[in-house]
């Protein structure tokens, strides 16, 4: 499982090349949604589609109902959705007992789930497959694809600041445990601000993988260590010789194994990751838990140093490996359990969703599929952008003009790269004051584009009344979750190109940027530039200093040690 990486571009000063690449990444730094499916596919030789739901006259009514953090839109009989909403609540509560709410990341756009009877299955996506058959054999015979066609059975797509799941419900089954899946865990961790550390986020992904739901409990089984060949030999000898990573280079901030070396290398990482933290929340030494959680938090915001680790489990780097190792035999053998509290879910308010809700939530569901179908089967692109248009703009020609789904309908023509309807929409739901951060940034971007055609300011630069409405979008977007870089990158790139000195608000703003993602070393060479041609040295210092503990590579260390060079009496 890859894990989402830092841009790793570096960035000119203030050069005009420099800024051109600036703009160049910001067209692509997260305007483009991003999709995880939520169930791996089983066979290199199935091609699965998400599901295209065409509107049927005999199909059930959609009903809706809301609670804490997520909508649910529901075409199931009535208890089944309540089952289902309530199941989906425990496996939320209960994912706390293992991973603190501080720890998720913060989304001010509600999760929405749409569940679908698996009745109605047979007749979803048929038009479409049956397509995709009929292109197969109008294809050379030496030249057709021989997958298998078939529904996703659940998905979880992705947008830059919202998610959104698919699931199928069999109604002539008893109820099942409903669980979190490892994508949905990465998801919210790797989304959370400020970052956590790399090895942290794919550790806990391992780790995961050995966790168990119960009714009311989360149970995390023995693992597996390297190959069952070195599990079962260490079961049979606890002494069984094994390699083990120092622990330094394990929680290095800038980890040294990447997707370049060699696969056993990788895994040892990330094992010895998880291992760490399985050893760390061990309940048999249930203090040993505070200590480890206030290190991840150091470890967010503060470079990794031996002294913050003696700190938090008051032994040494070296002194922890042995324990690591010690305690590799119990991880192979033994479970823990995390006991949930008693829950005791919210009344679930079910009525009948409006023809509002149905377009927005279903309509921004089909418009995350299309990235899916993109990369899976472009020829059938256009079925699926077609579908998602329809879906939304029925409602919206209906006379709906809920906020939020005037910003899908912007999001959908940013997608499908049509700028003059996104902003006719983008424009209206902001106005209303949406709740979607991507909504104010794309709007950003697309009023930036038009400034920078015909700079008002001096030397060909913007003029502070030609920013400040773009940055006041953006500032928009940064109270709202999840906090974004692209945001923040684009409020320094914005500075770069503005003839006008930011103001000393506009300078915090933009080295809290460079704290809350220290990965994005283009957010801190920004910040640290401004602080330095304003007078701020000593804070541009103490960022530069912050950007080295972090870079991840030498040309970003290249990049802060150019900048030390621009400060008074540097060496």
Same mark, same amino acid.
């Given at each position: 499982?890859?894990?989402?990486?830092?841009?790793?571009?570096?960035?000119?000063?203030?050069?005009?090349?420099?800024?051109? @690449?600036?703009?160049?990444?910001?067209?692509?730094?997260?305007?483009?949604?991003?999709?995880?499916?939520?169930?791996?596919?089983?066979?290199?030789?199935?091609?699965?589609?998400?599901?295209?739901?065409?509107?049927?006259?005999?199909?059930?009514?959609?009903?809706?109902?809301?609670?804490?953090?997520?909508?649910?839109?529901?075409?199931?009989?009535?208890?089944?959705?309540?089952?289902?909403?309530?199941?989906?609540?425990?496996?939320?509560?209960? &994912?706390?007992?293992?991973?603190?709410?501080?720890?998720?990341?913060?989304?001010?756009?509600?999760?929405?789930?749409?569940?679908?009877?698996?009745?109605?299955?047979?007749?979803?996506?048929?038009?479409?497959?049956?397509?995709?058959?009929?292109?197969?054999?109008?294809?050379?015979?030496?030249?057709?694809?021989?997958?298998?066609?078939?529904?996703?059975?659940?998905?979880?797509?992705?947008?830059?600041?919202?998610?959104?799941?698919?699931?199928?419900?069999?109604?002539?089954?008893?109820?099942?445990?409903?669980?979190?899946?490892?994508?949905?865990?990465?998801?919210?961790?790797?989304?959370?601000?400020?970052?956590?550390?790399?090895?942290?986020?794919?550790?806990?992904?391992?780790?995961?993988? #050995?966790?168990?739901?119960?009714?009311?409990?989360?149970?995390?089984?023995?693992?597996?260590?390297?190959?069952?060949?070195?599990?079962?030999?260490?079961?049979?000898?606890? #002494?069984?010789?094994?390699?083990?990573?120092?622990?330094?280079? &394990?929680?290095?901030?800038?980890?040294?194994?990447?997707?370049?070396?060699?696969?056993?290398?990788?895994? &040892?990482?990330?094992?010895?990751?998880?291992? =760490?933290?399985?050893?760390?929340?061990?309940?048999?030494?249930?203090?040993?838990?505070?200590?480890?959680?206030?290190?991840?938090?150091?470890?967010?915001?503060?470079?990794?140093?031996?002294?913050?680790?003696?700190?938090?489990?008051?032994?040494?780097?070296?002194?922890?490996?042995?324990?690591?190792?010690?305690?590799?035999?119990?991880?192979?053998?033994?479970?823990?359990?995390?006991?949930?509290?008693? =829950?005791?879910?919210?009344?679930?308010?079910?009525?009948?969703?409006?023809?509002?809700?149905?377009?927005?939530?279903?309509?921004?569901?089909?418009?995350?599929?299309?990235?899916?179908?993109?990369?899976?089967?472009?020829?059938?692109?256009?079925?699926?952008?077609?579908?998602?248009?329809?879906?939304?703009?029925?409602?919206?020609?209906?006379?709906?003009?809920?906020?939020?789904?005037?910003?899908?309908?912007?999001? =959908?023509?940013?997608?499908?790269?049509?700028?003059?309807?996104?902003?006719?929409?983008?424009?209206?739901?902001?106005?209303?004051?949406?709740?979607?951060?991507?909504?104010?940034?794309?709007?950003?971007?697309?009023?930036?584009?038009?400034?920078?055609?015909?700079?008002?300011?001096?030397?060909?630069?913007?003029?502070?009344?030609?920013?400040?409405?773009?940055?006041?979008?953006?500032?928009?977007?940064?109270?709202?979750?999840?906090?974004?870089?692209?945001?923040?990158?684009?409020?320094?790139?914005?500075?770069?190109?503005?003839?006008?000195?930011?103001?000393?608000?506009?300078?915090?703003?933009?080295?809290?940027?460079?704290?809350?993602?220290?990965?994005?070393?283009?957010?801190?060479?920004?910040?640290?530039?401004? @602080?330095?041609?304003?007078?701020?040295?000593?804070?541009?210092?103490?960022?530069?200093?912050?950007?080295?503990?972090?870079? &991840?590579?030498?040309?970003?260390?290249?990049?802060?040690?150019?900048?030390?060079?621009?400060?008074?009496?540097?060496?």
């Amino acid at each position: 499982m890859k894990l989402r990486r830092p841009s790793q571009t570096i960035y000119g000063l203030a050069s005009n090349a420099g800024l051109a @690449l600036i703009f160049a990444v910001l067209g692509a730094c997260g305007a483009r949604l991003a999709a995880e499916e939520s169930t791996p596919a089983t066979s290199e030789r199935i091609v699965e589609l998400p599901p295209l739901l065409v509107e049927e006259s005999k199909a059930p009514p959609w009903h809706y109902v809301a609670v804490t953090g997520a909508e649910f839109l529901s075409r199931c009989k009535d208890d089944t959705t309540e089952e289902f909403v309530c199941g989906w609540l425990r496996a939320q509560d209960l &994912l706390k007992r293992i991973l603190p709410p501080e720890f998720h990341c913060q989304m001010s756009v509600p999760h929405t789930l749409l569940l679908y009877s698996q009745s109605l299955k047979s007749s979803v996506s048929r038009e479409v497959i049956n397509e995709m058959v009929a292109q197969e054999r109008q294809r050379p015979k030496a030249r057709r694809r021989p997958d298998a066609i078939g529904v996703m059975p659940n998905m979880r797509l992705n947008d830059r600041d919202a998610w959104a799941s698919f699931v199928f419900l069999d109604e002539k089954r008893a109820p099942e445990i409903i669980t979190c899946t490892s994508y949905h865990v990465l998801f919210v961790l790797d989304m959370r601000t400020p970052q956590l550390p790399p090895w942290f986020i794919s550790g806990f992904v391992q780790l995961f993988e #050995d966790v168990e739901f119960l009714r009311d409990a989360l149970r995390v089984n023995p693992t597996r260590w390297l190959s069952d060949e070195t599990t079962k030999a260490i079961l049979l000898d606890p #002494d069984f010789p094994r390699a083990l990573l120092p622990m330094q280079e &394990l929680l290095a901030t800038a980890p040294r194994i990447t997707d370049k070396d060699p696969d056993w290398q990788r895994q &040892l990482w990330r094992s010895q990751a998880a291992l =760490f933290i399985r050893w760390a929340l061990d309940k048999k030494a249930p203090q040993r838990a505070a200590g480890f959680w206030k290190f991840v938090s150091r470890t967010c915001t503060e470079p990794l140093t031996e002294a913050l680790f003696q700190e938090c489990f008051g032994m040494d780097f070296a002194d922890a490996r042995d324990r690591l190792s010690d305690y590799l035999p119990t991880a192979l053998r033994q479970s823990q359990l995390f006991p949930g509290e008693k =829950f005791t879910p919210p009344p679930i308010k079910l009525r009948p969703a409006t023809d509002s809700e149905i377009a927005r939530i279903k309509g921004d569901w089909e418009r995350l599929e299309i990235g899916y179908v993109q990369r899976r089967f472009p020829a059938l692109v256009e079925k699926y952008r077609d579908q998602a248009q329809h879906t939304l703009e029925r409602s919206y020609n209906l006379g709906a003009r809920d906020p939020r789904l005037q910003a899908a309908l912007g999001l =959908f023509h940013c997608d499908t790269k049509n700028p003059a309807m996104a902003r006719e929409y983008l424009e209206a739901a902001v106005a209303a004051r949406v709740t979607r951060p991507r909504a104010y940034y794309e709007l950003a971007q697309l009023y930036l584009r038009e400034v920078l055609a015909a700079p008002a300011g001096t030397n060909g630069k913007l003029s502070g009344a030609q920013a400040a409405p773009i940055l006041e979008l953006l500032l928009t977007a940064r109270a709202q979750s999840p906090q974004l870089p692209e945001i923040y990158l684009l409020i320094g790139a914005i500075w770069e190109r503005c003839a006008d000195a930011p103001t000393a608000y506009h300078l915090a703003i933009m080295e809290e940027g460079a704290r809350l993602f220290p990965r994005h070393p283009s957010l801190g060479a920004l910040a640290a530039l401004q @602080l330095i041609r304003n007078g701020q040295t000593d804070r541009a210092a103490a960022l530069i200093d912050f950007g080295l503990s972090f870079a &991840l590579v030498p040309e970003s260390r290249a990049l802060f040690e150019k900048l030390r060079s621009f400060l008074p009496h540097a060496p």
